[in-house]
């Protein structure tokens, strides 16, 4: 009997996407444990890593870790395929659409806040065209809407400091490259 | 390193055009006037208004049987209903202009209307 064997040639960008992904993963899970009053309010701490993502390495790799952390972090707080699920995929798919064209915007005048601001609205943006369509059909979903505008404003610009600082504080940035 | 150093002039922008949209949202969502008085259909015709200022009772003949309305406290139900789905009954209290029950097997219905009156639907 001859032995198969599977080789998975994995590339440092893997390593790094992987990595990465790690961090916005466990950051995820420390979302899920703090108690908001409202269902659809959270601060999105993971987002922070996604911010990262798109100054350090672009888009695409912003993507990835994206997609992976809504992904494993559905699996992990056993919520895969259940409607909260498609909540954050569709949060996360409309917020990487809004920061293709924000991360274009030139980066002397837009930094991090204005992407995190940015996708915080998208994000809810397209929770709501969801939640409205499927999970709550009754026109009464949109009085919550100034809350969740609000909520938007303030966690987007939260994450959006906290990313410019980390991209700025040379420890953590050199600790990222030393590893990658 | 002090917070504020680390936002771009475009950020200033960009959080105030959020702050336009909070702004802006408060009162589109909750615009929907003043709940008023509460109006019970009849296949499709006025049967009564009632006020929501006045508690007060009625009993609609429909198809069916009859279908008791109440109003209380500035909000209105269906209190009992012949239909077989008790859809209108479960709905409760409705206190909000534009709000509505419809209790479609003994055709009678009740809505709330405000100073304002809301579009349900747009067509072209």
């Given at each position: 009997m001859t032995r198969s064997v599977t080789k998975l040639v994995t590339t440092p960008e893997d390593h790094r996407i992987a990595r990465l992904a790690a961090a916005a993963i466990g950051l995820a899970l420390i979302d899920a444990a703090i108690p908001l009053p409202l269902p659809g309010v959270k601060p999105g701490l993971s987002n922070i890593i996604t911010l990262i993502v798109l100054a350090r390495y672009g888009w695409e790799t912003a993507a990835w870790v994206c997609g992976l952390r809504v992904i494993a972090g559905g699996i992990l707080l056993g919520?895969?395929?259940?409607?909260?699920?498609?909540?954050?995929?569709?949060?996360?798919?409309?917020?990487?659409?809004?920061?293709?064209?924000?991360?274009?915007?030139?980066?002397?005048?837009f930094g991090p806040v204005s992407w995190s601001i940015l996708a915080a609205f998208a994000h809810i943006g397209g929770q709501l065209v969801l939640a409205r369509l499927w999970l709550i059909p009754?026109?009464?979903?949109?009085?919550?809407?100034p809350i969740f505008a609000l909520a938007a404003l303030g966690f987007g610009i939260i994450n959006g400091l906290i990313a410019a600082r980390l991209l700025r504080s040379p420890s953590f940035m050199n600790t990222e490259v030393h590893h990658a | 390193m002090h917070w504020l150093s680390l936002l771009r002039p475009g950020d200033w922008l960009v959080a105030v055009l959020g702050a336009t949209v909070c702004a802006l949202s408060f009162?589109?969502?909750?615009?929907?006037?003043?709940?008023?008085?509460?109006?019970?259909?009849?296949?499709?015709?006025?049967?009564?208004?009632l006020s929501l200022s006045r508690n007060a009772r009625i009993d609609v003949p429909g198809p069916l049987g009859t279908t008791t309305i109440a109003v209380e406290r500035q909000r209105v139900r269906v209190v009992s209903d012949p239909g077989p789905h008790q859809y209108c009954v479960r709905q409760g209290w409705l206190e909000r202009a534009g709000e509505i029950a419809i209790c479609a097997p003994n055709e009678v219905s009740v809505q709330i209307v405000g100073g304002k009156e809301n579009y349900d639907s747009l067509s072209y």
């Amino acid at each position: 009997m001859t032995r198969s064997v599977t080789k998975l040639v994995t590339t440092p960008e893997d390593h790094r996407i992987a990595r990465l992904a790690a961090a916005a993963i466990g950051l995820a899970l420390i979302d899920a444990a703090i108690p908001l009053p409202l269902p659809g309010v959270k601060p999105g701490l993971s987002n922070i890593i996604t911010l990262i993502v798109l100054a350090r390495y672009g888009w695409e790799t912003a993507a990835w870790v994206c997609g992976l952390r809504v992904i494993a972090g559905g699996i992990l707080l056993g919520q895969l395929l259940s409607p909260g699920f498609f909540m954050s995929l569709t949060g996360a798919l409309f917020s990487l659409m809004i920061l293709a064209g924000a991360g274009r915007l030139p980066r002397r005048w837009f930094g991090p806040v204005s992407w995190s601001i940015l996708a915080a609205f998208a994000h809810i943006g397209g929770q709501l065209v969801l939640a409205r369509l499927w999970l709550i059909p009754h026109n009464g979903l949109f009085y919550l809407v100034p809350i969740f505008a609000l909520a938007a404003l303030g966690f987007g610009i939260i994450n959006g400091l906290i990313a410019a600082r980390l991209l700025r504080s040379p420890s953590f940035m050199n600790t990222e490259v030393h590893h990658a | 390193m002090h917070w504020l150093s680390l936002l771009r002039p475009g950020d200033w922008l960009v959080a105030v055009l959020g702050a336009t949209v909070c702004a802006l949202s408060f009162p589109l969502a909750w615009q929907s006037g003043h709940a008023e008085k509460a109006i019970v259909r009849r296949n499709g015709e006025v049967f009564a208004e009632l006020s929501l200022s006045r508690n007060a009772r009625i009993d609609v003949p429909g198809p069916l049987g009859t279908t008791t309305i109440a109003v209380e406290r500035q909000r209105v139900r269906v209190v009992s209903d012949p239909g077989p789905h008790q859809y209108c009954v479960r709905q409760g209290w409705l206190e909000r202009a534009g709000e509505i029950a419809i209790c479609a097997p003994n055709e009678v219905s009740v809505q709330i209307v405000g100073g304002k009156e809301n579009y349900d639907s747009l067509s072209y």
